[in-house]
């Protein structure tokens, strides 16, 4: 049986890795960033974020074709977390849809982002 | 038109599942489609966490339908209605660190025409699907 494209496996949408001392939470192929994926995506960044001081956190959207304006308020709160250790966070992987709710919610001035997850790499650890 | 009852997630899943399963959005491109979703979801996020305070037991309607070129869209709730003009523009200063309250700002950049009816219980939503520039 196939599963519909509209269908996803919350526990396997989220995918979270490390490289040196930077968090990357990143998402399934084909991802539906919303109401039930949001509340995954702000525990796993959280729980990324609250365990280092200074922590580097990048939120790869690589993969995600959907999101809604809950994932924005969920990243307002992770940055909110990140910055207040100090730490940083970059966002990356930014489908051109994505990119237009960012504009038009004007938070592009809000958060840092990256052209893909090697130039995001390279921002946390400069 | 349908009726749905249940979490949010729930909720969403269902109204996801009645309009995009349904040959409304068939051949449109990915860029309509997430415009589409996106009004949607947001407008029955709205319905369901400020319409009825989150009561899974209260129903949130879907209506849809094409006429020509435009799909219209209509999400109703059954709570204290609202006034639009009330609510606070989240692009403003205090607004930008704000978690939430960016519902409609959404819905009105990516649909063509909304409006607010019934004291604000039932929004309904016009998206033209023809390609900008076409007749």
Redesign the interface.
């Known amino acids: 049986m196939t599963s519909?494209p509209?269908d996803q496996n919350l526990d396997q949408a989220i995918e979270s890795t490390t490289f040196g001392d930077v968090s990357i939470v990143g998402f399934q192929t084909g991802s539906l960033l919303?109401?039930?994926l949001v509340r995954n995506l702000e525990s796993t960044a959280l729980n990324a974020a609250v365990t280092v001081d200074r922590p580097k956190l990048i939120v790869d959207f690589e993969g995600v074709?959907?999101?809604?304006?809950?994932a924005?308020?969920?990243l307002?709160?992770i940055r909110?977390e990140v910055e207040g250790r100090q730490g940083t966070l970059i966002l990356t992987g930014l489908s051109p849809?994505i990119d237009e709710?960012f504009d038009?919610?004007?938070?592009r001035p809000?958060f840092a982002f990256a052209a893909d997850r090697s130039a995001a790499i390279d921002l946390c650890q400069a | 038109m349908r009726s749905f009852t249940g979490s949010l997630p729930e909720v969403v899943q269902s109204t996801r599942d009645f309009v995009l399963r349904g040959n409304v959005v068939e051949g449109l491109s990915p860029e309509l489609v997430f415009a589409i979703r996106l009004a949607l979801e947001e407008a029955v996020t709205n319905a369901h966490r400020h319409g009825h305070g989150g009561d899974p037991d209260l129903p949130i309607s879907i209506e849809f339908s094409r006429i020509g070129d435009d799909l219209i869209l209509e999400v109703a709730d059954s709570g204290d209605g609202f006034d639009p003009g009330s609510i606070p523009d989240p692009r403003s200063p205090e607004g930008l660190e704000r978690s939430s309250g960016r519902g409609l700002l959404l819905i009105r950049a990516f649909m063509h025409h909304v409006e607010h009816l019934d004291a604000g219980r039932r929004i309904r939503m016009r998206r033209c699907l023809a390609p900008a520039g076409s007749s």
């Open positions: 519909h509209f919303d109401e039930s074709v959907h999101l809604t304006s809950a924005l308020g969920a307002l709160t909110r849809a709710v038009i919610a004007c938070l809000v």
